[in-house]
């Protein structure tokens, strides 16, 4: 049961549509240049104009098609799922998040694994209970949560557990659940047995015009 707020960001699970999944696409990108913040595990990743990954600190938003410059940023890569380098031993480290300043810390051949297949499902904690929100008897109206589109809320993320402090944003009794078309993601199912919970659990994906692969505004 869902009783507290501890995120853990967005966890691949699987792909929309009963494709082949395996553990999903995995793509390292390179960290070039010292990163003065960490990358979780579980949070959005971003490149800069110089191909340089970084974590998303704000709620992406979904991107006219066709978009323009002057419609907002390029969107997500993907999610981070971990970290390679080789540390200041020489030894290579496989972690499950990037902490930060590994360059001038002494690492080099330094990557960030990113879940880069924008058709991949994640699971998510939400930031508050549902509530009433169209619930119904016995709570048989939640899946009206389901078609949803939601942003992200950006909590604290854990160092002792490497994971991101991403939630859902829910919203009081589901307030913030709407059918808005710039929000990033897309609720596709709730957790069975978290439905009643102070933070329930749910699988959404990346709305149409938020992941970079499906956005042709370039960084």
Same mark, same amino acid.
């Given at each position: 049961m869902a009783s507290t707020a501890t995120p853990y960001g967005l966890k691949p699970v699987n792909n929309i549509g009963g494709q082949s999944y395996n553990g999903g696409a995995i793509r390292e990108f390179k960290v070039a240049a010292n990163n003065s913040a960490a990358i979780y595990n579980g949070d959005p990743v971003v490149l800069s104009s110089a191909g340089l990954p970084s974590a998303a600190t704000a709620t992406p938003t979904a991107m006219k098609i066709t978009a323009t410059s002057a419609d907002g940023t390029a969107g997500i890569v993907g999610v981070c799922v971990g970290a390679r380098y080789v540390d @200041?031993?020489?030894q290579l480290q496989f972690n499950n998040?990037?902490?930060?300043?590994?360059?001038t810390g002494g690492a080099?051949?330094?990557?960030?694994r990113v879940m880069d297949d924008p058709d991949t499902l994640f699971k998510v904690k939400g930031s508050a209970a549902l509530g009433t929100f169209n619930s119904g008897t016995n709570g048989s109206g939640y899946p009206g949560a389901i078609g949803k589109n939601a942003a992200l809320t950006f909590a604290?993320?854990?160092? @002792?557990s490497g994971n991101s402090g991403v939630l859902l944003t829910v919203g009081s009794n589901g307030g913030s659940l709407a059918a808005t078309t710039t929000l990033a993601m897309?609720?596709?199912d709730v957790v069975a047995g978290t439905e009643d919970d102070t933070y329930p659990e749910f699988i959404v994906k990346w709305n149409v015009g938020v992941h970079s692969y499906q956005n042709p505004l370039g960084v």
């Open positions: @200041s031993n020489g998040y990037l902490p930060a300043n590994m360059v080099s051949d330094v990557y960030v604290t993320a854990s160092t @002792s897309r609720i596709i």
